[in-house]
């Protein structure tokens, strides 16, 4: 049986100690991975809702708003701040440019 195991204790040893370093390496890295997708899983249950709507703010001091979008809109830019129900439907009524992609104005029932 364990035929091919060396013949001597000093050696045997050696073997026994290389093999533990190998295993505490791989519990390491498996603790590692079972965090890894814990910390995932609760980020990805406790990721916040996109908001309902987004206005789209321009460039400067005073960042004027520029368009309003649905919340998943893929067209709304990185400047941007979300906004209720109200306030969408107020800064369209009062001029603001509506989206074309996503449609604001139809889905807030707004006609012209």
């Not at 890295?29 to 987004?54: C, F, S």
Request: hydrophobic share 35%; proline share 8%.
């Amino acid at each position: 049986m364990f035929d091919d195991l060396p013949p001597d204790l000093e050696r045997l040893h050696t073997l026994r100690v290389w093999h533990a370093m190998w295993v505490r390496r791989i519990d390491t890295k498996i603790a590692a991975i079972v965090k890894r997708q814990a910390e995932e899983d609760h980020g990805r249950r406790n990721r916040p809702r996109p908001p309902e709507w987004i206005v789209e703010l321009g460039i400067g001091a005073r960042k004027p708003p520029l368009q309003v979008h649905a919340g998943d809109c893929y067209m709304a830019g990185q400047r941007r701040r979300p906004i209720d129900r109200d306030e969408a439907r107020r800064l369209i009524t009062s001029g603001l440019k509506a989206c074309t992609h996503c449609r604001p104005d139809v889905q807030l029932r707004i006609i012209d």
